[in-house]
């Protein structure tokens, strides 16, 4: 038994270490940007394919990514995970922190999420707890929403079940997210939650403009999040900035067909907090129904301040509503309707927006009597009509500021 179980070992530590010796030239490369002091020599393969994973479409790669996982977590400085070309079909990946090295997943190939909902806990790729990370390559992160969007039973029951999220950032600091695509997400495509210092760019959102929820990128409770070159088509908000985040910076986003790029919902819940210094600048919108969005419930839980926020160079291109700011809403008449608000709008700049709305309201502020919107500027806004029989025009309440260069006298309402 002892004269086995010896040769066992010695037949696994040999393999470990042929499997150490194929793997180090992906690493070498690693970009020392990334580095977190002295790289060692992770305790197996970081290659999925070396792991033994089978890029068919069919067989569960689930494990063969754990494994990689905790082999690049485990070891120093910086180790590059290989997600090389091929199918690769997943059930949920926890990839969960702290680690001690600072991980690069170098993504080639597609990852697929199953079907089956059995195989998920709550989201499909959620990375936690983890300090310096880059996900780059050209590679595909398919959801494979199309197999189970029928479950979603969200427009009818406000309580509803939660499909799986496709790619959650939670508790995570210094990430760069870049060049790859999500396509078709069960739920959101990107959720970013308590987390810091987070780069995305030149990224490709991608689902049907009528799959049910399938936000592109939703971020709350985080700060210095920045979004550039990305282009987002989808069924729901293209981005969307929730209670709690801070130094929000989109740049150059192009959306369409979805919702828009949205502030909130706000006051759903209770204790939320304030969303503060978000920057839209050189945006398009395609056929989305909003363009710019901020939005809180009528019957809030909790009053968060809505601030400090700038969109500018923003180009609407039949855009249904472009510009609003809804202190009321209350989707499907889910909420009580009190006419009153307890989410504060103020210092909201719309700068350098131009371009055709496809309904004559191109501007609407709907803000609360009891709680007026305050420093509201729209400068040089300038929105046509795309259709004929009519033009645009700006309803606005309870809305203090200042209208600059306006040269259609109908949407410079302050
Ligand atoms: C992350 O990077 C910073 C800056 O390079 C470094 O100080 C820190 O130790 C890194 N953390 C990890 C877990 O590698
Ligand atoms: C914000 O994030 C960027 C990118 O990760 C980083 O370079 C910058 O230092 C961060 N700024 C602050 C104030 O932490
Ligand atoms: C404009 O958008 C509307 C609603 O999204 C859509 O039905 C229509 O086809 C679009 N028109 C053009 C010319 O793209
Ligand atoms: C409406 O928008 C479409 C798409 O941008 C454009 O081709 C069309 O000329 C516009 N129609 C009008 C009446 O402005
Ligand atoms: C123009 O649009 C406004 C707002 O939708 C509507 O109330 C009004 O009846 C329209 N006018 C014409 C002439 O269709």
């Not at 696994?12 to 002295?38: D, Y």
């Not at 689930?62 to 400085?77: D, E, F, S, V």
């Not at 025009?393 to 600059?404: D, E, F, L, Q, Y």
Request: contains cysteine; positive net charge.
């Amino acid at each position: 038994m002892a004269f086995f179980s010896n040769v066992a070992m010695t037949v696994a530590a040999a393999a470990l270490m042929l499997a150490v010796v194929a793997v180090s030239p992906a690493h070498a490369g690693a970009p020392a940007a990334a580095a977190g002091g002295a790289s060692s020599t992770p305790a197996g393969p970081l290659d999925i394919a070396q792991l033994g994973a089978k890029g068919d479409g069919k067989s569960d790669s689930t494990p063969m990514i754990l494994k990689a996982w905790q082999n690049a977590c485990h070891a120093t400085g910086p180790q590059k995970i290989v997600i090389p070309p091929g199918n690769y079909l997943t059930g949920s990946l926890e990839l969960t922190g702290p680690c001690t090295s600072s991980i690069i997943i170098r993504l080639d190939g597609n990852l697929l999420g199953t079907g089956d909902l059995n195989a998920f806990k709550k989201n499909w790729i959620e990375i936690q707890n983890v300090d310096n990370l880059s996900i780059n390559g050209h590679g595909t992160i398919d959801g494979q929403g199309p197999l189970v969007w029928k479950q979603n039973q969200c427009q009818k029951n406000y309580n509803c079940k939660i499909l799986p999220n496709s790619l959650v950032l939670d508790f995570v600091k210094n990430a760069q997210i870049r060049g790859i695509t999500l396509l078709n997400s069960k739920f959101f495509h990107i959720n970013i939650f308590s987390s810091e210092n987070i780069v995305i760019d030149k990224v490709t959102i991608k689902a049907p403009g009528d799959s049910p929820n399938t936000d592109g990128i939703h971020i709350g409770d985080s700060s210095n999040v920045t979004i550039s070159g990305t282009t987002i088509g989808t069924g729901d908000d293209c981005i969307s900035v929730g209670p709690g985040s801070k130094k929000i910076r989109i740049e150059g986003v192009r959306c369409g067909p979805g919702h828009g790029i949205s502030v909130g919902s706000l006051g759903r819940y209770k204790d939320e907090k304030d969303v503060e210094d978000v920057k839209v600048k050189g945006a398009t919108l395609v056929g989305t129904t909003n363009g710019l969005r901020i939005k809180s419930y009528e019957d809030s839980k909790s009053s968060p301040r809505a601030s400090k926020f700038v969109y500018e160079d923003v180009t609407m291109d039949n855009v249904s509503y472009p510009i609003i700011i809804d202190q009321k809403y209350c989707p499907n008449n889910i909420c009580v309707r009190s006419g009153a608000s307890k989410v504060a709008v103020s210092d909201v700049v719309f700068k350098n927006i131009h371009g055709t709305s496809n309904t004559p309201e191109a501007i609407t502020l709907n803000c609360a009597n009891n709680l007026p919107c305050q420093g509201i500027q729209l400068i040089n806004v300038d929105l046509k009509y795309n259709r004929s029989g009519n033009k645009t025009m700006a309803v606005c309440k309870n809305v203090a500021g200042k209208s600059i260069g306006i040269a259609n006298k109908e949407l410079a309402c302050l």
